[in-house]
Protein backbone atom coordinates (compact mmCIF):
# COMPACT_ATOMS: atom_id res chain seq x y z
CA UNK A 1 0.00 0.00 0.00
CA UNK A 2 1.28 4.13 -0.86
CA UNK A 3 1.89 5.57 2.56
CA UNK A 4 2.28 8.81 0.89
CA UNK A 5 -1.03 10.10 1.75
CA UNK A 6 -2.07 10.43 5.24
CA UNK A 7 -6.12 10.52 4.23
CA UNK A 8 -8.45 9.50 1.35
CA UNK A 9 -11.57 11.28 0.65
CA UNK A 10 -14.07 9.42 -1.46
CA UNK A 11 -16.88 11.01 -2.75
CA UNK A 12 -19.37 9.04 -4.79
CA UNK A 13 -21.43 10.75 -7.37
CA UNK A 14 -24.28 10.53 -10.03
CA UNK A 15 -25.51 13.15 -12.07
CA UNK A 16 -25.38 15.91 -9.90
CA UNK A 17 -22.61 18.60 -12.06
CA UNK A 18 -24.06 21.05 -10.61
CA UNK A 19 -23.56 20.34 -7.05
CA UNK A 20 -19.91 18.80 -6.69
CA UNK A 21 -18.19 22.10 -7.69
CA UNK A 22 -19.34 23.63 -4.07
CA UNK A 23 -18.77 19.83 -2.54
CA UNK A 24 -14.94 19.55 -3.96
CA UNK A 25 -14.52 23.39 -3.67
CA UNK A 26 -15.11 23.07 0.79
CA UNK A 27 -12.65 19.72 0.42
CA UNK A 28 -9.85 21.81 -1.46
CA UNK A 29 -10.20 24.58 1.09
CA UNK A 30 -9.03 22.56 4.07
CA UNK A 31 -7.21 24.24 7.05
CA UNK A 32 -5.18 20.67 7.73
CA UNK A 33 -1.49 21.58 7.90
CA UNK A 34 0.90 19.14 7.10
CA UNK A 35 -1.58 16.68 6.15
CA UNK A 36 -1.28 14.73 2.83
CA UNK A 37 -4.57 13.70 1.31
CA UNK A 38 -6.43 12.64 -1.92
CA UNK A 39 -9.51 12.98 -3.25
CA UNK A 40 -11.40 10.48 -4.96
CA UNK A 41 -14.24 11.22 -6.77
CA UNK A 42 -15.88 8.07 -7.88
CA UNK A 43 -18.57 8.45 -10.89
CA UNK A 44 -21.29 6.40 -10.96
CA UNK A 45 -22.02 5.91 -14.31
CA UNK A 46 -23.42 9.79 -14.52
CA UNK A 47 -24.64 11.04 -17.99
CA UNK A 48 -24.23 14.79 -17.27
CA UNK A 49 -20.85 16.86 -17.18
CA UNK A 50 -19.42 15.28 -13.53
CA UNK A 51 -16.36 13.91 -15.94
CA UNK A 52 -15.57 17.91 -17.01
CA UNK A 53 -16.20 19.03 -13.70
CA UNK A 54 -13.84 16.68 -11.83
CA UNK A 55 -11.02 17.45 -14.62
CA UNK A 56 -11.92 20.93 -14.48
CA UNK A 57 -11.02 20.69 -10.34
CA UNK A 58 -7.85 18.32 -11.81
CA UNK A 59 -6.10 21.40 -13.79
CA UNK A 60 -6.15 23.46 -10.50
CA UNK A 61 -6.51 21.68 -7.99
CA UNK A 62 -3.14 21.85 -5.28
CA UNK A 63 -3.82 18.10 -3.70
CA UNK A 64 -4.27 14.69 -5.21
CA UNK A 65 -7.70 14.43 -7.53
CA UNK A 66 -8.16 10.86 -8.89
CA UNK A 67 -11.22 10.72 -11.00
CA UNK A 68 -12.48 7.02 -11.30
CA UNK A 69 -16.14 5.96 -13.62
CA UNK A 70 -17.48 2.90 -12.25
CA UNK A 71 -20.46 1.59 -14.60
CA UNK A 72 -22.22 -0.73 -12.23
CA UNK A 73 -25.11 1.11 -11.14
CA UNK A 74 -25.83 1.82 -7.30
CA UNK A 75 -23.62 3.82 -4.02
CA UNK A 76 -22.29 0.44 -2.65
CA UNK A 77 -20.56 -0.47 -6.19
CA UNK A 78 -19.33 3.37 -6.08
CA UNK A 79 -17.63 3.59 -2.35
CA UNK A 80 -16.16 0.06 -3.13
CA UNK A 81 -14.53 1.25 -5.99
CA UNK A 82 -13.43 4.33 -4.30
CA UNK A 83 -12.17 1.94 -1.49
CA UNK A 84 -9.84 0.06 -4.19
CA UNK A 85 -8.31 2.89 -5.14
CA UNK A 86 -7.93 4.31 -2.21
CA UNK A 87 -4.42 4.14 -0.85
CA UNK A 88 -4.07 5.99 2.88
CA UNK A 89 -4.47 4.50 6.24
CA UNK A 90 -7.63 6.17 6.59
CA UNK A 91 -10.43 6.29 4.37
CA UNK A 92 -12.86 8.94 4.82
CA UNK A 93 -16.58 9.50 2.98
CA UNK A 94 -18.53 12.74 2.56
CA UNK A 95 -21.40 13.03 -0.42
CA UNK A 96 -21.35 14.93 -3.42
CA UNK A 97 -24.07 17.41 -2.10
CA UNK A 98 -22.74 18.74 1.55
CA UNK A 99 -19.39 20.92 2.63
CA UNK A 100 -17.30 19.92 4.99
CA UNK A 101 -16.04 21.91 7.69
CA UNK A 102 -12.61 23.80 6.66
CA UNK A 103 -10.84 21.32 10.44
CA UNK A 104 -12.50 18.00 9.08
CA UNK A 105 -9.14 16.28 7.89
CA UNK A 106 -7.28 17.64 10.98
CA UNK A 107 -10.67 16.51 12.94
CA UNK A 108 -10.09 13.05 11.52
CA UNK A 109 -6.47 12.43 11.82
CA UNK A 110 -6.45 13.43 14.96
CA UNK A 111 -9.32 11.54 16.86
CA UNK A 112 -7.98 8.30 14.89
CA UNK A 113 -4.57 9.64 16.43
CA UNK A 114 -6.45 10.16 20.30
CA UNK A 115 -8.34 7.10 20.32
CA UNK A 116 -6.67 3.70 18.56
CA UNK A 117 -9.22 1.91 20.12
CA UNK A 118 -11.48 2.89 16.96
CA UNK A 119 -12.02 1.90 13.52
CA UNK A 120 -14.31 4.79 12.52
CA UNK A 121 -15.71 8.35 13.36
CA UNK A 122 -18.96 9.93 12.20
CA UNK A 123 -19.86 13.64 13.42
CA UNK A 124 -22.53 15.98 12.88
CA UNK A 125 -24.28 16.21 9.20
CA UNK A 126 -26.39 19.61 9.68
CA UNK A 127 -28.89 21.32 7.62
CA UNK A 128 -28.51 24.03 5.41
CA UNK A 129 -32.32 24.81 4.72
CA UNK A 130 -32.91 26.34 1.35
CA UNK A 131 -36.22 27.77 2.64
CA UNK A 132 -38.04 27.90 5.81
CA UNK A 133 -38.65 24.20 6.79
CA UNK A 134 -42.18 22.87 8.51
CA UNK A 135 -43.39 22.87 11.57
CA UNK A 136 -43.85 19.36 11.94
CA UNK A 137 -40.21 18.19 10.69
CA UNK A 138 -38.67 18.15 14.07
CA UNK A 139 -35.19 16.27 14.68
CA UNK A 140 -37.28 13.10 15.13
CA UNK A 141 -37.78 13.40 11.29
CA UNK A 142 -34.00 14.05 10.25
CA UNK A 143 -33.20 10.84 9.33
CA UNK A 144 -34.95 11.13 5.35
CA UNK A 145 -32.46 13.99 4.93
CA UNK A 146 -29.43 11.93 6.31
CA UNK A 147 -29.24 14.46 8.90
CA UNK A 148 -27.47 13.61 11.86
CA UNK A 149 -26.61 16.01 15.28
CA UNK A 150 -26.46 13.38 18.68
CA UNK A 151 -25.43 16.39 20.91
CA UNK A 152 -22.36 17.83 22.22
CA UNK A 153 -20.94 14.81 23.96
CA UNK A 154 -18.44 12.06 22.23
CA UNK A 155 -19.47 8.34 23.01
CA UNK A 156 -18.78 5.10 21.23
CA UNK A 157 -20.99 3.02 18.93
CA UNK A 158 -20.24 -1.08 19.21
CA UNK A 159 -21.98 -4.28 19.57
CA UNK A 160 -23.86 -2.61 22.87
CA UNK A 161 -25.44 0.78 20.70
CA UNK A 162 -25.70 0.04 17.51
CA UNK A 163 -26.02 3.33 16.08
CA UNK A 164 -25.81 4.33 12.32
CA UNK A 165 -23.67 6.69 11.88
CA UNK A 166 -23.98 8.27 8.51
CA UNK A 167 -21.80 8.39 5.34
CA UNK A 168 -22.00 11.57 4.64
CA UNK A 169 -19.60 12.54 7.29
CA UNK A 170 -17.80 9.25 7.93
CA UNK A 171 -14.42 8.09 8.20
CA UNK A 172 -12.69 4.57 8.75
CA UNK A 173 -8.96 2.73 9.05
CA UNK A 174 -8.43 0.80 6.08
CA UNK A 175 -7.26 -2.52 7.89
CA UNK A 176 -11.45 -2.16 8.83
CA UNK A 177 -12.16 -2.92 4.90
CA UNK A 178 -9.88 -5.91 5.00
CA UNK A 179 -10.60 -7.47 8.18
CA UNK A 180 -14.59 -7.59 7.35
CA UNK A 181 -15.14 -6.44 3.37
CA UNK A 182 -16.88 -3.77 1.72
CA UNK A 183 -20.53 -2.00 1.33
CA UNK A 184 -22.84 -4.92 0.23
CA UNK A 185 -24.68 -4.28 -3.40
CA UNK A 186 -27.94 -5.84 -2.06
CA UNK A 187 -28.79 -3.24 0.17
CA UNK A 188 -28.13 0.03 -1.84
CA UNK A 189 -29.55 2.73 -3.40
CA UNK A 190 -29.37 3.09 -7.27
CA UNK A 191 -29.89 5.89 -9.19
CA UNK A 192 -33.07 8.10 -7.45
CA UNK A 193 -33.94 5.02 -4.97
CA UNK A 194 -34.32 6.21 -1.41
CA UNK A 195 -34.29 4.64 2.12
CA UNK A 196 -31.37 1.95 1.76
CA UNK A 197 -29.45 1.03 4.88
CA UNK A 198 -26.30 -0.13 3.02
CA UNK A 199 -24.50 1.91 5.47
CA UNK A 200 -26.25 0.80 8.79
CA UNK A 201 -25.67 -3.15 7.17
CA UNK A 202 -21.86 -1.94 6.92
CA UNK A 203 -21.58 -0.82 10.70
CA UNK A 204 -23.38 -3.82 11.94
CA UNK A 205 -20.78 -6.02 10.26
CA UNK A 206 -18.12 -3.76 12.00
CA UNK A 207 -19.79 -4.05 15.88
CA UNK A 208 -21.14 -7.38 15.16
CA UNK A 209 -17.11 -8.63 14.75
CA UNK A 210 -15.80 -6.52 17.61
CA UNK A 211 -15.30 -3.10 15.98
CA UNK A 212 -15.72 0.23 18.00
CA UNK A 213 -16.73 3.38 16.51
CA UNK A 214 -17.02 6.87 18.11
CA UNK A 215 -19.47 9.52 17.86
CA UNK A 216 -17.72 13.27 17.94
CA UNK A 217 -19.88 16.41 17.68
CA UNK A 218 -16.66 18.37 16.51
CA UNK A 219 -16.37 16.59 13.20
CA UNK A 220 -18.86 18.44 11.14
CA UNK A 221 -20.11 18.59 7.31
CA UNK A 222 -23.48 20.91 6.51
CA UNK A 223 -25.78 19.61 3.87
CA UNK A 224 -28.35 21.81 1.91
CA UNK A 225 -31.64 20.22 1.79
CA UNK A 226 -34.06 20.76 -1.48
CA UNK A 227 -37.36 22.12 -0.76
CA UNK A 228 -38.91 18.45 -2.28
CA UNK A 229 -37.13 16.71 0.74
CA UNK A 230 -39.31 18.48 2.89
CA UNK A 231 -42.34 17.35 1.79
CA UNK A 232 -44.31 15.04 3.43
CA UNK A 233 -44.40 12.67 0.38
CA UNK A 234 -40.78 12.28 0.29
CA UNK A 235 -40.57 11.47 3.33
CA UNK A 236 -43.51 8.94 3.33
CA UNK A 237 -41.78 7.84 0.10
CA UNK A 238 -38.43 7.05 2.49
CA UNK A 239 -40.18 5.49 5.14
CA UNK A 240 -41.70 3.06 2.63
CA UNK A 241 -38.75 2.41 0.97
CA UNK A 242 -36.38 1.86 4.44
CA UNK A 243 -39.21 -0.54 5.49
CA UNK A 244 -38.62 -3.15 2.72
CA UNK A 245 -34.96 -2.93 2.81
CA UNK A 246 -35.16 -3.44 6.41
CA UNK A 247 -36.91 -6.74 6.19
CA UNK A 248 -34.06 -7.67 3.52
CA UNK A 249 -31.46 -6.81 6.27
CA UNK A 250 -32.35 -8.98 8.69
CA UNK A 251 -31.18 -7.44 11.26
CA UNK A 252 -30.67 -10.32 14.38
CA UNK A 253 -31.85 -7.70 17.57
CA UNK A 254 -35.52 -7.22 15.28
CA UNK A 255 -35.90 -10.99 14.12
CA UNK A 256 -35.96 -12.46 17.82
CA UNK A 257 -39.47 -13.45 18.50
CA UNK A 258 -41.97 -16.23 20.47
CA UNK A 259 -43.77 -16.32 17.29
CA UNK A 260 -43.91 -14.68 13.46
CA UNK A 261 -46.87 -13.95 11.11
CA UNK A 262 -46.05 -14.05 7.17
CA UNK A 263 -42.23 -14.11 8.59
CA UNK A 264 -42.76 -11.17 10.39
CA UNK A 265 -41.70 -10.99 14.07
CA UNK A 266 -44.74 -10.48 16.76
CA UNK A 267 -43.41 -7.62 18.25
CA UNK A 268 -43.17 -5.54 15.15
CA UNK A 269 -47.62 -6.42 14.92
CA UNK A 270 -47.87 -4.95 18.51
CA UNK A 271 -45.90 -1.70 18.05
CA UNK A 272 -47.53 -1.30 14.67
CA UNK A 273 -51.09 -1.55 16.74
CA UNK A 274 -49.14 1.06 19.13
CA UNK A 275 -48.52 3.62 16.51
CA UNK A 276 -52.13 3.11 15.33
CA UNK A 277 -53.45 4.04 17.93
CA UNK A 278 -50.83 7.25 18.78
CA UNK A 279 -51.44 8.22 15.40
CA UNK A 280 -55.01 8.86 15.96
CA UNK A 281 -54.55 9.95 18.93
CA UNK A 282 -52.37 12.84 17.79
CA UNK A 283 -54.26 13.74 15.17
CA UNK A 284 -57.07 14.19 16.94
CA UNK A 285 -55.13 16.22 18.97
CA UNK A 286 -53.65 17.86 15.97
CA UNK A 287 -50.51 17.41 17.12
CA UNK A 288 -49.04 17.26 13.26
CA UNK A 289 -44.98 16.56 14.09
CA UNK A 290 -46.26 12.99 16.76
CA UNK A 291 -48.82 12.05 14.52
CA UNK A 292 -46.93 12.22 11.36
CA UNK A 293 -43.84 10.37 12.88
CA UNK A 294 -46.63 7.54 14.21
CA UNK A 295 -47.46 7.95 10.42
CA UNK A 296 -44.22 7.19 8.86
CA UNK A 297 -43.38 3.80 11.77
CA UNK A 298 -46.98 2.80 10.02
CA UNK A 299 -45.58 3.15 6.24
CA UNK A 300 -42.46 1.22 6.73
CA UNK A 301 -44.39 -1.51 8.81
CA UNK A 302 -46.47 -1.93 5.83
CA UNK A 303 -43.41 -2.32 3.53
CA UNK A 304 -41.65 -4.74 5.64
CA UNK A 305 -44.74 -6.75 6.50
CA UNK A 306 -45.37 -6.81 2.14
CA UNK A 307 -41.78 -7.75 1.33
CA UNK A 308 -41.57 -9.99 4.11
CA UNK A 309 -44.92 -12.12 3.19
CA UNK A 310 -44.10 -11.80 -0.57
CA UNK A 311 -40.96 -13.75 0.20
CA UNK A 312 -42.78 -15.96 2.58
CA UNK A 313 -45.25 -17.14 -0.03
CA UNK A 314 -42.49 -18.82 -1.93
CA UNK A 315 -41.02 -20.93 0.64
CA UNK A 316 -42.32 -24.88 -0.18
CA UNK A 317 -42.88 -25.44 3.27
CA UNK A 318 -45.32 -22.33 3.49
CA UNK A 319 -49.10 -22.98 4.76
CA UNK A 320 -51.66 -21.28 3.44
CA UNK A 321 -52.66 -17.90 5.08
CA UNK A 322 -55.76 -19.11 7.19
CA UNK A 323 -53.92 -21.70 8.52
CA UNK A 324 -50.62 -19.66 9.06
CA UNK A 325 -52.48 -16.88 11.08
CA UNK A 326 -54.13 -20.13 13.33
CA UNK A 327 -51.13 -20.78 14.10
CA UNK A 328 -49.73 -17.56 15.19
CA UNK A 329 -52.95 -17.18 17.20
CA UNK A 330 -52.28 -20.14 19.00
CA UNK A 331 -48.56 -19.43 19.50
CA UNK A 332 -49.54 -16.41 21.16
CA UNK A 333 -52.06 -18.02 23.13
CA UNK A 334 -49.59 -20.37 24.34
CA UNK A 335 -47.29 -18.30 25.18
CA UNK A 336 -49.96 -16.09 27.17
CA UNK A 337 -50.88 -18.84 29.32
CA UNK A 338 -47.50 -19.90 30.13
CA UNK A 339 -46.62 -16.56 31.34
CA UNK A 340 -49.95 -16.74 33.52
CA UNK A 341 -49.30 -19.69 35.23
CA UNK A 342 -45.34 -18.35 35.47
CA UNK A 343 -47.00 -15.61 37.86
CA UNK A 344 -49.26 -17.83 39.48
CA UNK A 345 -46.74 -19.93 40.62
Not at 108 to 118: A, G, M, T, V
Not at 240 to 261: D, I, P
Request: charge should be negative; include cysteine; aromatic fraction near 12%.
Amino acid sequence: MNEQFEVSVIISTYNRCDLLPAALASIFAQDSGAINYEVIVVDNNSTDRTRQVVESFIERANVSLKYIFEEKQGVSYARNAGIAAASAPIVAFFDDDVYVSPDWLANIKRIFEEHPEIGCVGGKVLPQWSSEPPSWLTNDHWSPLALQDHGETPFYVNANREICLVSANLAFRREVFEQIGVFAPELQRVKGGIGSIEDFEFELRFYRNGGQGLYEPNLVVTAPVEPERITKAYHRKWHTGHGRFYAMLRNEGVEQASARLFDVPSHMYRQAAVDAVHWLKHSLQRQEAKAFLHETHLRFFKEFFRERRKESLKSPQRRDSIGEIVCFIVSLASRKSKSNQAEES
